[in-house]
Protein backbone atom coordinates (compact mmCIF):
# COMPACT_ATOMS: atom_id res chain seq x y z
CA UNK A 1 0.00 0.00 0.00
CA UNK A 2 1.44 3.25 -0.95
CA UNK A 3 1.57 6.08 1.69
CA UNK A 4 2.68 9.61 2.12
CA UNK A 5 2.93 10.98 5.44
CA UNK A 6 4.54 14.61 5.54
CA UNK A 7 5.01 16.35 8.91
CA UNK A 8 7.19 19.36 10.21
CA UNK A 9 4.56 21.88 9.43
CA UNK A 10 3.95 25.07 11.88
CA UNK A 11 3.65 28.47 13.01
CA UNK A 12 6.66 30.12 12.57
CA UNK A 13 8.14 34.22 12.02
CA UNK A 14 8.94 35.76 8.99
CA UNK A 15 12.78 34.81 8.49
CA UNK A 16 12.83 31.59 9.87
CA UNK A 17 12.97 28.30 9.15
CA UNK A 18 11.58 24.84 9.04
CA UNK A 19 12.03 21.26 7.71
CA UNK A 20 9.09 19.43 6.22
CA UNK A 21 9.69 15.97 6.20
CA UNK A 22 7.61 12.96 4.07
CA UNK A 23 8.15 9.18 4.89
CA UNK A 24 6.94 6.97 1.80
CA UNK A 25 6.13 3.61 2.15
CA UNK A 26 5.41 1.10 -0.63
CA UNK A 27 7.33 1.89 -3.49
CA UNK A 28 11.04 2.87 -3.31
CA UNK A 29 12.82 6.44 -3.75
CA UNK A 30 15.70 4.98 -5.86
CA UNK A 31 13.16 4.37 -9.22
CA UNK A 32 10.13 6.92 -8.66
CA UNK A 33 11.05 10.62 -7.80
CA UNK A 34 9.17 13.08 -5.48
CA UNK A 35 8.07 16.51 -5.41
CA UNK A 36 6.77 18.68 -3.05
CA UNK A 37 3.60 21.19 -3.73
CA UNK A 38 1.48 23.74 -1.67
CA UNK A 39 -1.94 24.81 -1.57
CA UNK A 40 -2.57 28.25 -0.05
CA UNK A 41 -6.77 29.27 0.91
CA UNK A 42 -8.03 30.68 -2.45
CA UNK A 43 -5.33 29.28 -4.71
CA UNK A 44 -4.63 26.63 -6.95
CA UNK A 45 -1.76 24.25 -5.87
CA UNK A 46 1.48 24.89 -7.38
CA UNK A 47 5.23 22.90 -7.31
CA UNK A 48 7.44 23.82 -5.07
CA UNK A 49 10.04 21.34 -5.99
CA UNK A 50 11.03 18.09 -7.23
CA UNK A 51 13.62 15.84 -7.76
CA UNK A 52 14.64 13.01 -10.11
CA UNK A 53 14.98 9.53 -8.53
CA UNK A 54 17.95 8.76 -10.94
CA UNK A 55 20.40 11.53 -11.13
CA UNK A 56 18.96 13.41 -8.36
CA UNK A 57 18.55 16.72 -10.21
CA UNK A 58 16.59 19.18 -8.63
CA UNK A 59 13.87 21.44 -9.86
CA UNK A 60 12.56 24.64 -7.60
CA UNK A 61 9.82 27.18 -8.08
CA UNK A 62 11.43 30.68 -9.34
CA UNK A 63 9.40 32.28 -5.53
CA UNK A 64 11.57 29.27 -3.48
CA UNK A 65 14.47 29.12 -5.32
CA UNK A 66 17.94 30.04 -3.16
CA UNK A 67 15.87 29.66 -0.04
CA UNK A 68 13.82 25.62 -0.07
CA UNK A 69 16.35 22.89 -0.15
CA UNK A 70 14.56 19.23 -1.02
CA UNK A 71 16.63 16.14 -0.26
CA UNK A 72 16.04 12.23 0.57
CA UNK A 73 17.35 9.74 2.06
CA UNK A 74 16.64 6.46 0.44
CA UNK A 75 17.26 3.89 2.63
CA UNK A 76 15.40 5.46 5.63
CA UNK A 77 12.74 6.43 2.46
CA UNK A 78 12.57 10.03 3.70
CA UNK A 79 12.06 13.04 1.67
CA UNK A 80 12.63 16.90 3.24
CA UNK A 81 11.94 19.89 2.39
CA UNK A 82 13.95 22.66 4.03
CA UNK A 83 12.70 26.29 3.83
CA UNK A 84 14.73 29.06 5.14
CA UNK A 85 14.12 32.69 4.99
CA UNK A 86 10.33 32.18 4.99
CA UNK A 87 7.88 34.90 4.10
CA UNK A 88 4.43 35.57 4.96
CA UNK A 89 3.43 34.12 1.04
CA UNK A 90 4.92 30.97 1.69
CA UNK A 91 1.87 29.95 4.20
CA UNK A 92 0.27 27.36 2.40
CA UNK A 93 -0.67 23.42 3.02
CA UNK A 94 2.53 21.66 2.02
CA UNK A 95 2.22 18.08 0.34
CA UNK A 96 4.59 15.51 -1.32
CA UNK A 97 4.05 13.16 -4.06
CA UNK A 98 5.22 10.71 -5.54
CA UNK A 99 5.94 9.40 -9.26
CA UNK A 100 4.55 6.35 -8.90
CA UNK A 101 1.98 4.82 -9.35
CA UNK A 102 3.18 5.83 -12.99
CA UNK A 103 0.34 7.90 -15.27
CA UNK A 104 -0.88 9.92 -12.24
CA UNK A 105 -3.19 12.44 -13.66
CA UNK A 106 -1.54 15.38 -12.17
CA UNK A 107 1.51 16.81 -13.85
CA UNK A 108 3.70 19.40 -12.97
CA UNK A 109 6.69 20.08 -15.81
CA UNK A 110 6.54 16.97 -17.85
CA UNK A 111 6.18 15.08 -14.49
CA UNK A 112 2.66 12.71 -13.50
CA UNK A 113 2.30 12.23 -9.51
CA UNK A 114 0.09 9.79 -8.90
CA UNK A 115 0.33 9.38 -5.43
CA UNK A 116 0.15 12.14 -2.61
CA UNK A 117 0.25 12.65 1.60
CA UNK A 118 -2.47 14.42 3.55
CA UNK A 119 -0.73 17.84 3.61
CA UNK A 120 0.92 19.57 6.85
CA UNK A 121 0.14 23.43 7.13
CA UNK A 122 3.17 25.92 7.34
CA UNK A 123 2.05 29.38 8.60
CA UNK A 124 4.51 32.04 8.90
CA UNK A 125 3.44 34.99 10.63
CA UNK A 126 4.62 38.87 9.72
Known amino acids: QVQLVESGGGLVQSGGSLRLSCVVS????????IGWFRQAPGKEREGVSW????????VYADSVKGRFTISRDNAKKIVYLQMNSLKAEDTAVYYC???????????????????WGQGTQVTVSS
Open 26 to 33: GFSLDYYG
Open 51 to 58: MDAIEGTT
Open 97 to 115: ASEYPSGGRYTWGNVNFGS
